[in-house]
């Protein structure tokens, strides 16, 4: 079997597959999601990959009301707004997601700090599967 | 911290810029020939443009607003200096800053003795929605793939800032006030009216279409009307967000121990930095700007000063939480006193340290790719005493600043000039 390079392609075929996975330097054991294929803290190559336990907490976020092009077509616009934030993992790496189990009409109620948990979100594009990462409160 | 210098000082003599606007009957021939014969004209003893030996041109993305692309000998034979080199710069909303740093480092290296640096951009001819498109090409992709725009990022730095020091989105309404306050008296500036002025013309509209008139006690009061001040991507409300823009802004650089020639007040290159930063994935806090935090550092340790010598500064407010975070980052205030520096008038134009005195990007507007050296326009203009109505009223006024932001972060600069 190819061994499977440390790429964002890789990395989103796990996505689609509900694995949220990084890589983890053999040299020196650092953590990246997504996953890289050089180490930034040390060089190293040899990289493997880890999966995430999918749990973690709301670094900080936002609640978009003019969102881009493929957003609008799912439906969001200024009266129906999403959220979408970074998650600091339980792992100690960070993620950009979508935030949903929330209300993003109601900013206020969201909470920097709360406990979340992975879901994952399909849409298609041009006949592909591709696959968001989401999070939602645990 | 390692002493960085030019191989020979650098001097500026000659600067101007288009005021900044939406433009149906210009385009960005039309917008450079306006700032580069307003540059020729403000060199005190007279300039030949023949001198002119290169020209650096920062532009992010006329490819994508005006579908043309290599803009740099487009520019080139406009301002009849072709066949001589020409080269294009490209760093988001900094990409003139770079212009106008490769153009120092091309006569501190003993290369060329003048050159042209500066910066054009025209983004009004597509809506709205095609803008925001354009100007998400250079966002992170992890982040643009779940969903995030330009205000969107800026809206989670928010957030986090808030959720680390307690400020709130009211504190950000003071930089969106502040910056309003000096527009007017800046000529050159795309939205020349206060928030106050904004709020009575809105009152006096409806009241002569005969609806009932918005009671609005302040300033605070309309920017918390959700109605006057919708969210784009909470909490980035629409008055947290700069406008969309055309405009152009170019310099001419001489070496320093030419620049006699032309002017008796050039202004001396005393620092230039630059960094570069990555996305909300990799970042080591989402509470700061790493590519402002290196670009300082160069400036700083070019320079020898230390950021209480900076007597003014321009700095990059796309956003209203991004000139607040970024006077932390350039080291004017302590980290997470940024919100109570403006709050307390810290940094209004008869402040101890005036941010923006041209009415920053909020107000003035901002055409990406002339940005870097509009904001150096406006050193020129307040070091030479030639800011009318805005000029800062500081004795002794020797040293200002700019720094200049790209993308969502990952490309900051921070430039240090000096009237000696
Ligand atoms: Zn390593």
Same mark, same amino acid.
């Given at each position: 079997m190819e061994k499977k390079i440390f790429s964002d392609i890789e990395y989103n075929e796990?996505?689609?597959k509900k694995k949220l996975m990084g890589?983890?330097?053999?040299?020196?054991g650092s953590l990246f999601t997504p996953p890289r294929p050089i180490c930034i803290d040390c060089y190293g190559t040899d990289m493997e990959w880890i999966e995430m336990k999918g749990t973690g907490k709301l670094a900080a976020f936002t609640c978009i009301s003019i969102g881009p092009p493929f957003m609008i077509k799912e439906g969001f616009d200024r009266k129906h707004p999403y959220c979408v934030g970074v998650v600091e993992l339980d792992e100690g790496t960070k993620v950009d997601a979508r935030i949903e189990g929330i209300d993003p009409g109601k900013p206020e109620t969201i909470k920097v700090?709360?406990?979340?948990?992975?879901?994952y979100l399909h849409r298609e594009k041009k006949g592909e599967k591709l696959t968001y990462l989401a999070f939602e409160p645990a | 911290m390692k002493k960085r210098k030019l191989g020979r000082g650098v001097a500026v003599i000659g600067a101007g810029m288009t005021k900044f606007g939406m433009y149906k009957n210009k385009d960005s021939k039309d917008l450079f020939a306006e700032a580069f014969n307003e540059t020729i004209a403000s060199v005190d003893k007279g300039f030949d443009p023949n001198e002119i030996? &290169?020209?650096?041109?920062?532009? #992010?993305?006329n490819d994508f607003f005006v579908h043309q692309s290599h803009w740099a000998p487009l520019i080139s034979d406009l301002i009849g200096l072709s066949p001589k080199p020409a080269t294009r710069t490209e760093g988001a909303c900094a990409s003139s800053a770079l212009a106008f740093r490769e153009g120092v480092f091309a006569i501190a290296s003993g290369f060329y003795d003048i050159v042209l640096v500066?910066?054009? +951009?025209e983004m009004s001819k597509t809506s709205t929605e095609e803008v925001a498109e354009g100007l998400a090409l250079a966002t992170v992709p992890y982040e643009g793939r779940v969903g995030f725009t330009f205000p969107g990022v800026f809206g989670v730095i928010a957030t986090a800032y808030f959720a680390k020091y307690g400020a709130s989105h009211r504190d950000l309404m003071n930089v969106t006030i502040k910056s309003h306050n000096n527009a007017p008296l800046n000529p050159k &500036?795309? *939205?020349? #009216?206060t928030i106050r002025e904004m709020m009575n013309t809105k009152i006096e509209r409806a009241k002569g279409k005969g609806r009932p008139a918005p009671q609005w006690k302040d300033e605070i009061e309309f920017l918390s009307d959700l109605s006057a001040n919708p969210p784009v991507a909470w909490p980035m409300h629409l008055y947290d967000c700069c406008p969309i823009s055309d405009g152009a802004s170019c310099m001419i650089l001489a070496a320093e121990e030419i620049a006699g020639n032309f002017t008796d007040k050039p202004l001396n290159v005393i620092g230039i930095g630059q960094g570069s930063g990555r996305g909300f994935h990799s970042a080591k806090s989402l509470t700061s700007f790493e590519a402002t935090q290196n670009a300082a550092k160069e400036a700083y340790g070019m320079s020898g000063i230390k950021p209480e010598d900076i007597q003014f500064s321009e700095v990059h407010d796309c956003f209203s939480i991004a000139e607040i975070i970024h006077t932390e980052d350039l080291g004017f205030f302590k980290k997470g006193e940024g919100y109570k520096a403006v709050r307390d008038g810290l940094t209004r134009l008869d402040g101890p340290m005036p941010v923006n005195t041209s009415g920053g990007l909020k107000s003035k507007g901002h055409?990406?790719?002339a940005t870097g050296t509009s904001q150096l326009v406006e050193v020129w203009k307040q070091l030479r005493n030639e800011a009318g109505e805005r000029q800062v009223k500081k004795k002794n006024l020797r040293i200002g600043a700019a720094?200049?932001?790209? %993308?969502? %972060? %990952?490309?900051?600069? #921070?430039? *240090?000039? +000096?009237r000696r």
């Open positions: 796990y996505l689609n890589s983890k330097c053999k040299k020196c700090g709360m406990p979340l948990a992975v879901k | 030996e &290169a020209l650096y041109l920062g532009n #992010f993305s500066g910066g054009v +951009e &500036a795309q *939205i020349p #009216f055409p990406v790719g720094h200049n932001l790209g %993308g969502t %972060g %990952g490309t900051c600069t #921070f430039t *240090i000039l +000096e």
